[in-house]
C-alpha cells in the first residue's frame, strides 16, 4: 500500500516538472543591435550599440579580418554603449567585432564589421622638428626640418624679418624635407619663415636666419678623410668594404667599382640627399681579391660635379671564425648535387644512404657556395650506413667484414678477428642489406693489414691528457667521435677510455669522424 502511494506521488511530481518546463518562458538571447560608426577623424572613430541586457563592453580591432590585434573595453554594465578607436591611419582599411559579457558571465559576439579611413580629415597641423641650417657657402644655404606627417612646404626669405620676398616650395608630400636656396648675396644676413602643410591642409610654421659666406671658398667639390684609400691601408671584412668620407659642400654621391680599375660596372648609392659626411657598403664580394673603386658626387648647393682618381682596396681572406656565422659543425651542406656532414674545418661526404642511416633530411641542408667550399679540407667520405672500422656480417652469412673506405674486407678467420682486439658484441648484423652498398674488398688474412704501425690497439678508445675528444683506433687510424649523443648511441662506455700521451695519439693519422 505504502508502495502504491509512493509511486502516484511520485507520478504526480513528474507531471508537475513537465508542466512547469512547458509553460515557463526560455531564457531570452542576449542580443547586439543598432551597431553605428561616426565618419573617422582626426585618428579617431566612434562606434555605439545597443545591448539587450546591461553588459560590460569589448571591442577588438585591426587592418585584416582574422587578426584583431588591438583592443579597447568599458568595464562599465549598461545597455547603450559607446566606444572610441583611436590611432587609426589614414587611407586604411579595417575591421573590428564587438564582445558584450553580462553579469553572469554569458558572452555574445557581433559579426565582424568593417569600415575605411579612406576620407579620414585631420584637424592637427603637423609638427616642425629638427630645424636647422645644415651649410652656407657664399651664394647658397642649405636648410633641414622633419615634419611628423607627410607635408609639403613654403619657404619665403629676404633680408629683414618683416619683408620676405622670396620664395621656394616643393609640393611633394614627405617627411623629411631639405631645401637648398641658391642665387644668394655672399657676406648677407637672411631671415626665412616655413610653412609646413599636411594633405588636409593644416599648417605649420617656424622661422630662422642664416648668414651667407662673404667669400668664395666652395668653387670645387673636394673629399677628406678617405677610408680605404688603399689596398693596405685598413682590415676589410671578406666579403664587404665600408667606404666613408667627408666633402666640403653638401653633396649626393655614389661608388663606382670592379675588378678591373677601366671597367669600374658596378655602382652603389653612397649619400641618396645632401650630406657632408658620405658612407657607403660594398657587399657580396669576393674573398681575398682586389676592388677598385671611384667617387662621384654632385651638389645643387655650388652646382657643381665631382669624379674621384680610381682607388683600391683588398679584402680579407676567408677565415674559420668567420665562416662560422654562416656555417657550424655538425651542419649538413649541399654543394652541387651532392651532401657532406662538416666536422669542424672538414667536409665529409655522404651519399644517400649514409643520410637516410643516420636519420638526416635533406631539407634541413644548407647550400654552401664554391668560395666557402673551397676553404674546407676533404675528410674521409661516408660510403654507407657504416663508419670505418666497424664488424659487420649479413643474418645468414657467417663471414665478418670490416668497413674500410667504400670497401667491406672480409676476415680471414677468427684469430684474425680477436687480434683486431673485436669481441662478439661488436659484430653488427646488417638486417636492412646495407652491406650490399659497399663494393667487396680483398681479405684481411693479417691484421696488421688493417692497423699498419700503429701503436695503440685497435678498436680501443683514448684520449689526450689535454683534450675532450675521444677518438676511436680502428684501421690504424684515430677517428673522432664527433660528440658524447653519438659515442653512446654506438654503446661506448667513457669507462674504457684510455688517456694516452699526445706525442703518441697525435702522430696516429686521422681517419673518418664518426657521425
Not at 509512493?6 to 543598432?34: E, G, N, W
Not at 668664395?216 to 682590415?235: G, R, T
Not at 642489406?433 to 663494393?439: D, E, I, M, P, S
Request: net charge neutral; glycine share 6%.
Amino acid at each position: 500500500m505504502l508502495i502504491r502511494k509512493l509511486s502516484k506521488y511520485l507520478f504526480f511530481l513528474t507531471l508537475l516538472i513537465i508542466s512547469l518546463a512547458i509553460t515557463l518562458p526560455a531564457a531570452a538571447q542576449m542580443t547586439i543591435t543598432d551597431i553605428a560608426i561616426s565618419k573617422p577623424h582626426d585618428g579617431i572613430a566612434t562606434i555605439t550599440w545597443n545591448t539587450s541586457e546591461a553588459t560590460k563592453s569589448d571591442i577588438y580591432f585591426g587592418t585584416s579580418s582574422d587578426r584583431l590585434i588591438y583592443h579597447v573595453g568599458n568595464i562599465e554594465f549598461k545597455h547603450s554603449h559607446e566606444i572610441d578607436l583611436t590611432g587609426l591611419q589614414k587611407k586604411t582599411d579595417y575591421y573590428y567585432k564587438i564582445v558584450a559579457t553580462n553579469s553572469s558571465g554569458q558572452r555574445v559576439e557581433s559579426f565582424v564589421q568593417y569600415f575605411n579611413t579612406d576620407e579620414m580629415k585631420e584637424t592637427t597641423a603637423p609638427e616642425i622638428t629638427g630645424l636647422r641650417v645644415l651649410q652656407t657657402i657664399d651664394t647658397a644655404a642649405a636648410i633641414y626640418f622633419l615634419t611628423n606627417e607627410p607635408s609639403r612646404f613654403d619657404i619665403y626669405y629676404g633680408f629683414t624679418s618683416d619683408k620676405l620676398d622670396k620664395h621656394r616650395s616643393d609640393s611633394a608630400l614627405r617627411y623629411e624635407h631639405l631645401i637648398i636656396i641658391d642665387g644668394l648675396t655672399s657676406g648677407s644676413k637672411y631671415y626665412f619663415n616655413i610653412l609646413a602643410k599636411d594633405e588636409d591642409g593644416n599648417i605649420a610654421e617656424r622661422s630662422g636666419e642664416f648668414t651667407t659666406d662673404a667669400y668664395h671658398n666652395y668653387d670645387q667639390i673636394k673629399i677628406s678623410n678617405l677610408v680605404p684609400e688603399n689596398a693596405n691601408q685598413a682590415i676589410i671584412l671578406p666579403e664587404a668594404v665600408v667606404i666613408s668620407w667627408d666633402s666640403n659642400v653638401l653633396a649626393t654621391s655614389e661608388i663606382v667599382y670592379g675588378l678591373d680599375p677601366n671597367h669600374l660596372n658596378n655602382r652603389v648609392q653612397a649619400s641618396k640627399d645632401h650630406q657632408l659626411s658620405h658612407r657607403a657598403e660594398l657587399t657580396n664580394l669576393n674573398p681575398s681579391t682586389v676592388y677598385y673603386f671611384k667617387i662621384k658626387m654632385s651638389s645643387s648647393l655650388n652646382h657643381k660635379s665631382f669624379e674621384s682618381q680610381v682607388y683600391s682596396f683588398k679584402t680579407a681572406s676567408l677565415t674559420a671564425e668567420y665562416l662560422r656565422q654562416y656555417f657550424k659543425s655538425g651542419d649538413i651542406l649541399k654543394h652541387g648535387n651532392d651532401y657532406y656532414y662538416l666536422y669542424n674545418q672538414q667536409i665529409i661526404k655522404l651519399n644517400d644512404d649514409s643520410l637516410v642511416s643516420r636519420g638526416y633530411d635533406k631539407s634541413v641542408a644548407k647550400t654552401i657556395a664554391d668560395k666557402y667550399f673551397t676553404f674546407y679540407k676533404a675528410g674521409p667520405a661516408y660510403w654507407g650506413a657504416y663508419h670505418d672500422g666497424q664488424a659487420v656480417k649479413s643474418p645468414k652469412n657467417p663471414t665478418v667484414y670490416v668497413i674500410d673506405g667504400q670497401y667491406k674486407r672480409p676476415l680471414a678467420n677468427w684469430s684474425v678477428f680477436k687480434y683486431l682486439n673485436y669481441k662478439t658484441s661488436d659484430i653488427v648484423i646488417d638486417n636492412s642489406g646495407n652491406l650490399r652498398n659497399y663494393k667487396d674488398g680483398t681479405l684481411v688474412k693479417h691484421s696488421s693489414e688493417l692497423t699498419g704501425k700503429c701503436p695503440l690497439k685497435n678498436y680501443s678508445l683514448a684520449k689526450s691528457p689535454n683534450g675532450t675528444t675521444v677518438y676511436l683506433i680502428a684501421n690504424g687510424h684515430k677517428m673522432p667521435f664527433v660528440n658524447q649523443k653519438v659515442f653512446l648511441r654506438y654503446g661506448f662506455k667513457f669507462s674504457n677510455v684510455k688517456t694516452v700521451d699526445w706525442g703518441i695519439l697525435g702522430h696516429i693519422p686521422d681517419g673518418q669522424p664518426i657521425i
